[in-house]
């Protein structure tokens, strides 16, 4: 485990001084001081400085950054950054009067156009959009409407409601999520991660006769939450 030495070489990588992180961290100069000789910190410790230094647990740990050359370097740390689904773009939404989200509806005969246009303040201004004051108000959420029968019991034109998913890492297996990708669209279905593995998501119908299908994640362009149904 790399964890000590990683935690130096990075902050070291964006000239940032022990007080300065310590201090954006929460914890005193000589704890961080400590964690960059032999000390582990806490696991809770370990995800706000993996968050501080814009990494994921697993190469904080895992990789031995400080025999990486800078080319080999940058290339780690933007894939890693590309699979958490960050460094992709700003998400567009909308807000009410209030500067509170809106929840937009997509729909399906918007569907062939959100491919094109999801990123596009102007059409996401133009659909549809309300809100569910009984939701948690620190998600990001989006309606979409459910395209054919490979997801029953979930039927055909039914309304999901899902959440913004902007850590791709996250992906729990099983679980079901829209997917947005460049050659299919906007797909809904069950996701298995294996992009540590091969880069891919497995992606599967509930219903058995529909052929499971993998796509590439460098191809994904938004991945959303199934969260309720819209009876």
């Known amino acids: 485990m790399y964890l000590n030495s990683n935690i130096k070489v990075l902050r070291?990588?964006?000239?940032?001084t022990q007080e300065n992180m310590a201090s954006a961290i929460g914890i005193s100069r000589s704890k961080l001081a400590g964690y960059e000789l032999?000390?582990?910190?806490?696991?809770?410790?370990?995800?706000l400085i993996s968050d501080y230094l814009g990494v994921s647990v697993d190469i904080l740990l895992r990789k031995k950054l400080e025999d990486l050359s800078e080319y080999k370097m940058r290339e780690l740390l933007e894939t890693d950054q590309f699979l958490k689904g960050r460094n992709l773009r700003v998400l567009a939404t909308t807000v009410d009067a209030d500067g509170r989200e809106l929840i937009e509806v997509v729909s399906q005969k918007v569907k062939a156009s959100y491919l094109a246009g999801f990123s596009d303040p102007d059409f996401i201004e133009e659909l549809p959009r309300f809100n569910l004051p009984f939701l948690p108000q620190d998600k990001k959420y989006r309606v979409f409407q459910v395209d054919g029968d490979s997801m029953l019991p979930i039927p055909d034109g039914a309304w999901i409601v899902c959440e913004y998913i902007d850590d791709w890492t996250a992906?729990?297996?099983?679980?079901?999520?829209?997917?947005?990708?460049?050659?299919?669209?906007?797909?809904?279905?069950?996701?298995?991660?294996?992009?540590?593995?091969s880069e891919r998501l497995l992606l599967c119908s509930s219903n058995p006769i529909y052929k499971p299908f993998e796509v590439d994640i460098n191809a994904v362009r938004e991945v959303w939450m199934f969260r309720l149904m819209m009876v």
């Open 38 to 47: 032999n000390v582990n910190p806490p696991l809770d410790t370990v995800i």
């Open 171 to 197: 992906i729990k297996d099983g679980g079901k999520y829209v997917i947005v990708t460049e050659s299919d669209g906007v797909t809904f279905k069950l996701a298995y991660n294996q992009i540590k593995d």
């Open 12 to 16: 070291k990588r964006k000239s940032i």
